[in-house]
């Protein structure tokens, strides 16, 4: 069993699957809610793995932090106290070089579900941390 879960959360009730099933499945594991601020692919940040908030994002940041308060919901209603972090970058890099340098046991990840010629075409966050990271990854569908 992992001590401890990195759950990257965004928003979407698959992303809620995803912390609900690691708070269920593993009980006692630290669990720490990540939401990634995307970074365009040709931001100098995002280029020079430069992470953090930037002052003028302001409808951004507090987006991000709806997110991580109803992550921070969805544990208090399983009597689950969670760790929030938010970051910036490409969200597939991002999680995988936080689970490797934080020394995250396991990332378990919610999928959209996209099948075919949308999965090619719009790219997975999933698919993507399964592929990069050398941590565990569980896919919630």
Do not use: C, Q, W
């Amino acid at each position: 069993m992992p001590d401890r879960i990195l759950v990257p959360v965004d928003g979407s009730n698959r992303s809620d699957d995803a912390l609900e099933y690691a708070i269920e499945t593993f009980p006692g594991a630290s669990i720490t809610a990540l939401h990634v601020l995307e970074s365009g692919r040709g931001d100098i940040g995002t280029l020079s793995g430069m992470t953090g908030d930037i002052p003028d994002d302001g409808p951004e940041l507090e987006r991000s932090e709806e997110i991580l308060e109803s992550a921070r919901r969805v544990a208090a209603e399983r009597d689950t106290e969670i760790e929030t972090e938010r970051g910036r970058g490409r969200p597939d890099r991002l999680i995988v070089k936080r689970a490797e340098e934080d020394d995250y046991e396991m990332i378990v990840i919610g999928s959209h579900g996209r099948d075919g010629v949308a999965r090619v075409l719009l790219g997975s966050v999933a698919e993507k941390v399964v592929r990069r990271s050398s941590v565990p990854v569980l896919v919630v569908r």
